[in-house]
């Protein structure tokens, strides 16, 4: 039987040209994905902080720590060393009244020699100053010889903490510069701590001398800080530019340069008064008022102490979370609150805890300084601006303790607790209307 004649059509098929097509925009798709991985992957790895900046934020908060545990053990030490150099009690005041001036005077000195001839550099001078001349109080013979070696110390000591800030600020990544200076700033607190343990242990077997000889250990710190340490990338890229200005005058360039000038004095100086006026006399305060031993004052002063350190810790985070405004609005509020309601609390449980309360508001703003000048001041000038604003700070601050025993002895201790909170509301005017915002934005 014959088959029906069945004509086949030809398979269709894509010209060659068009499936070339095809395939190159499938390889273009494949690649442009790749890429976007890589880029986001490399974002990812840029947005965290790498040696250098590890290494910086040692360095810094070894630095700050080593601030604090200087200061708290010439308090604890006071006593001895005055019935061994036969000090009146005028000159025993005296040695941490001219440690202060002195770190003043070398927060502003070592904040422009920063900005000329590079942190890292810098930072190893104050730490080498304060090291030699906090081991030579231990050969004191008098008064003196013993003032002017507290003094140079105080030198190097107050030229840590503006360096330091600004190595951490153009070492870490602008999403966690916040937090990461707030570490550098619970180097103070962990030096407070420190001290806290060790001298008691110490002093009854070394003696005043043996305790600033132990100072120099700092010493080692600046070789290692000096060789594993190195400058930031955004200050080796300014340097020239910065040698051919004067700091000092970059903070008042302009109208609204000075504006933010006289806004971050203010906020500087209401920081330290409020810290030194309440730290200095709440011993007094709890044990005038409640009748507390001294061991029980102590352990009270502990847990303020300790709420300090976690405010700082807390706002480092909450700047980089919702802003450095809304930040220091909000710690500044609370400030105000706790210091006016702590000044009335009574029952001694109220008071442990309204203490440690009261201290994460009052502290806690420290923790945003050092990221907020950073942003607000250029590179040849950061320093400058960080050591500057913040000893001139200082120094107003050094008044409270002053203005706060004026008060308790016009009126009482609860009235002069409680006119301190007024100082917050000045700190909430300046942060409203003469500080602007710059979180996550880069560093100029």
């Given at each position: 039987?014959r088959?029906?004649?069945?004509?086949?059509?030809?398979?269709?098929?894509?010209?060659?040209?068009?499936?070339?097509?095809?395939?190159?925009?499938?390889l273009?798709?494949?690649?442009?994905?790749?890429?976007?991985?890589?880029?986001?992957?490399?974002?990812?790895?840029?947005?965290?902080?790498?040696?250098?900046?590890?290494?910086a934020l040692?360095?810094?908060?070894i630095?700050?720590?080593?601030d604090?545990?200087?200061l708290?053990i010439?308090?604890?030490m006071?006593?001895?060393?005055?019935?061994?150099?036969?000090?009146?009690?005028?000159?025993?005041?005296?040695?941490v009244?001219?440690?202060?001036?002195?770190?003043?005077?070398?927060?502003?000195?070592?904040?422009?020699l920063?900005?000329y001839y590079?942190?890292?550099?810098?930072?190893?001078?104050?730490?080498?100053?304060f090291?030699?001349f906090?081991?030579?109080?231990?050969?004191?013979?008098?008064?003196?010889?013993?003032?002017i070696?507290r003094?140079?110390?105080?030198?190097g000591?107050?030229?840590?903490?503006?360096?330091?800030?600004?190595?951490?600020?153009?070492t870490?990544?602008?999403?966690?510069?916040?937090?990461?200076?707030?570490?550098?700033?619970?180097?103070?607190?962990?030096?407070?701590?420190?001290?806290?343990?060790?001298?008691?242990?110490?002093l009854?077997?070394?003696?005043?001398?043996?305790?600033?000889?132990?100072?120099?250990?700092?010493?080692?710190?600046?070789?290692?800080?000096?060789?594993?340490v190195?400058?930031?990338?955004?200050?080796t890229?300014?340097?020239?530019?910065?040698?051919?200005?004067?700091?000092?005058?970059?903070?008042?360039?302009?109208?609204?340069t000075?504006?933010?000038?006289v806004?971050?004095?203010?906020?500087?100086?209401?920081?330290?008064?409020?810290?030194y006026g309440?730290?200095?006399?709440l011993p007094s305060?709890?044990?005038?008022?409640?009748?507390?031993?001294?061991?029980?004052s102590?352990?009270?002063?502990?847990?303020?102490?300790?709420?300090?350190?976690?405010?700082?810790?807390?706002?480092?985070?909450?700047?980089?979370?919702?802003?450095?405004?809304?930040?220091?609005?909000?710690?500044?509020?609370?400030?105000?609150?706790?210091?006016?309601?702590?000044?009335?609390?009574?029952?001694?449980?109220?008071?442990?805890?309204?203490?440690a309360?009261?201290?994460?508001?009052?502290?806690?703003?420290?923790?945003?300084?050092?990221?907020?000048?950073?942003?607000l001041?250029?590179?040849?000038?950061?320093?400058?601006?960080?050591?500057?604003?913040?000893?001139?700070?200082?120094?107003?601050?050094?008044?409270?303790?002053?203005?706060?025993?004026?008060?308790?002895?016009?009126?009482?201790?609860?009235?002069?607790?409680?006119?301190?909170?007024?100082?917050?509301?000045?700190?909430?005017v300046?942060?409203?209307?003469l500080?602007?915002?710059?979180?996550?934005?880069?560093?100029?």
């Open positions: 039987m088959l029906p004649h069945v004509t086949l059509s030809p398979a269709r098929t894509e010209p060659a040209d068009q499936r070339s097509f095809v395939r190159y925009a499938d273009l798709t494949l690649r442009g994905t790749i890429m976007t991985v890589i880029q986001e992957s490399a974002v990812g790895a840029l947005d965290q902080p790498d040696t250098t900046a590890m290494k040692a360095a810094s908060t630095g700050y720590a080593m604090g545990f200087d708290l010439l308090g604890f006071l006593r001895a060393i005055s019935a061994d150099l036969s000090l009146t009690p005028a000159q025993a005041g005296s040695l009244t001219w440690t202060l001036i002195g770190a003043v005077a070398g927060g502003i000195l070592f904040g422009i920063s900005d590079g942190r890292v550099r810098v930072l190893t001078w104050t730490i080498l100053l090291a030699v906090t081991g030579l109080c231990a050969f004191a013979q008098g008064y003196w010889d013993l003032l070696y003094t140079i110390a105080g030198l000591l107050g030229g840590e903490f503006g360096i330091g800030m600004a190595l951490v600020a153009e870490w990544p602008a999403r966690l510069r916040g937090r990461a200076c707030s570490y550098v700033a619970l180097g103070w607190q962990a030096g407070v701590l420190i001290a806290a343990l060790t001298v008691p242990l110490m009854p077997s070394i003696g005043w001398r043996g305790v600033f000889l132990v100072g120099l250990i700092p010493g080692l710190i600046a070789f290692a800080v000096r060789w594993y190195g400058e930031p990338k955004i200050f890229e300014h340097v020239e530019k910065a040698r051919r200005s004067m700091p000092v005058g970059l903070l008042v360039k302009d109208a609204a000075t504006k933010v000038s806004g971050m004095f203010i906020l500087c100086a209401v920081q330290n008064f409020g810290y309440l730290m200095i006399w305060y709890l044990s005038t008022k409640f009748g507390f031993g001294l061991t029980q102590a352990m009270w002063t502990a847990v303020t102490v300790l709420g300090m350190a976690f405010g700082i810790f807390a706002f480092g985070h909450f700047a980089d979370r919702v802003g450095r405004r809304p930040a220091l609005l909000t710690f500044q509020a609370g400030a105000f609150v706790m210091v006016l309601l702590y000044s009335q609390l009574t029952d001694a449980t109220a008071l442990l805890v309204g203490g309360v009261m201290g994460i508001f009052v502290n806690g703003m420290l923790g945003g300084y050092g990221a907020l000048l950073s942003e001041y250029p590179t040849e000038a950061r320093a400058t601006a960080e050591n500057v604003l913040f000893n001139l700070g200082r120094g107003v601050g050094g008044f409270g303790p002053f203005v706060v025993g004026a008060l308790a002895a016009t009126y009482s201790f609860t009235a002069a607790i409680a006119l301190l909170a007024l100082i917050y509301l000045i700190d909430i300046a942060t409203l209307f500080i602007p915002e710059r979180k996550g934005q880069p560093l100029t």
